[in-house]
């Protein structure tokens, strides 16, 4: 074929395989990749992987294509590999003989690797987050075309995967902060402008009698009675025109069938652009302490709107508001027996990132048995506890918060001097 038709030709293969992937994301784009490259190089192997978050030793493929087939994703660790090379040096490119210049590979030796070729997938900021390769028991075929369809397609996929990996630390986070809101034994709720429900904590859905997920998206009037949705509009009305909070008494038939004198509290919140973006609700019963019910508002109007470190700062200094105590912790759990601080202020000082061994702690019982509450005598609960002894401590509140999977993975606590400061 003329060299001329010979260009146009690959020309064409590389807009068709465009295309073909322009369209697709996740998953669904990895493997329409692996399997166009493999026949395109006339491949019998080929994979996306990334290291694992807690060890860059083991890569976790993401899409594996052998043998014509999809076959299941699989953890294998990187050292005496020719990826270990091409993570460290670059795109390389072994011919042959892949067997005898990499005779630890164990899975290479197994599939019987002879011809390969790999690249590096880079993040944003050039960090390598693992390797793109195609392989084969013989000799890969239009080498040239496939090498240049990698390094197009290797800026896509480690694209694809920073956008997966934001979005799952992104998920993590909005599970964590709503684990805190179900934490709360009072009804919380919030809206957009529009007056369509965003979310709530399960004392709301309890009260209502309606699953969370069936609530959103809908407004007042299309889940509690006509009287009662016509006040709640008319008071979002005035909370989104004024932008000031809003609190009214009003008495609502909850789930159970009782009917309850409660107080709302309503207030806005700001998008991080400083615009207007809807409104958090609390309810208490209306003998509630006064001080108890501003510090619940307090609470979760600054969880709302908010993610990540600078959440977790203002939720550590509304507890020792709320609860006047000298110390809260709002706590991550890191493996290996420990608790890292995200946020910690003690005396009015914010601290972050201290890490402290949980055995013999509250947080410990917490995460054994649930919500925990010592009104006094915390030192000799907790007599090894280095944590309450520097402290002195007396009285304490913790909570465990969980998961999307309903796994344990942070501890609140608060922590009083006095026995009656954490009460």
């Known amino acids: 074929m003329p060299i001329d038709e010979l260009v146009a030709s690959s020309q064409q293969v590389l807009r068709d395989l465009c295309d073909d992937l322009m369209g697709l994301v996740g998953e669904e784009f990895f493997f329409a990749l692996m399997n166009k490259l493999a026949i395109m190089a006339g491949a019998d192997y080929a994979f996306i992987g990334q290291f694992l978050p807690d060890n860059p030793e083991v890569v976790r493929t993401v899409a594996v294509y052998a043998d014509g087939h999809t076959v299941e994703n699989m953890d294998f660790e990187i050292k005496n590999t020719p990826c270990d090379v091409v993570v ?49 028991r013989k000799p890969l075929k239009n080498l040239a075309l496939a090498e240049t369809a990698m390094h197009m397609f290797a800026l896509r996929a480690s694209a694809e995967l920073e956008r997966l990996a934001i979005a799952a630390q992104r998920q993590e986070e909005l599970y964590f902060l709503q684990s805190l809101l179900d934490a709360i034994p009072n009804p919380v709720f919030y809206k957009n402008i529009a007056g369509a429900y965003l979310g709530c904590n399960r004392s709301y859905e309890a009260m209502l009698g309606i699953e969370r997920q069936k609530l959103l998206g809908h407004q007042v009037d299309e889940v509690v009675p006509p009287a009662r949705a016509q006040l709640a509009k008319a008071e979002d009305t005035q909370v989104f025109s004024s932008g000031e909070d809003s609190t009214y008494a009003n008495e609502i038939i909850c789930a159970d069938g009782n009917a309850r004198q409660v107080l709302f509290n309503k207030a806005p919140f700001y998008n991080s652009s400083g615009d207007l973006a809807g409104l958090v609700g609390t309810i208490q019963d209306i003998t509630s302490l006064k001080q108890i019910e501003a510090a619940m508002q307090g609470l979760i109007e600054i969880t709302v709107g908010f993610t990540g470190a600078e959440c977790y700062h203002r939720v550590a200094q509304e507890l020792c508001t709320w609860f006047d105590a000298d110390c809260a912790i709002v706590g991550q759990l890191i493996g290996d027996g420990k608790i890292l601080s995200l946020a910690m202020v003690q005396d009015g000082e914010l601290l972050v990132g201290k890490t402290f061994a949980m055995a013999g702690t509250p947080c410990e019982k917490v995460v054994d048995d649930g919500v925990c509450l010592f009104s006094d005598g915390l030192v000799e609960h907790f007599p090894n506890s280095e944590l309450v002894n520097n402290m002195r401590a007396q009285g304490y509140v913790g909570t465990p918060v969980h998961n999307y999977h309903g796994t344990i993975v942070g501890v609140l606590s608060v922590l009083a001097y006095q026995a009656n400061g954490a009460g």
């Open 88 to 136: 460290k040096e670059g795109f390389k490119h072994y011919p042959h003989s892949v067997i005898e210049l990499f005779p630890l590979d164990h899975l290479g030796v197994q599939m019987e690797v002879d011809s390969y070729v790999g690249i590096p997938l880079k993040d944003s900021h050039g960090k390598v987050l693992g390797p793109l390769a195609v392989f084969s």
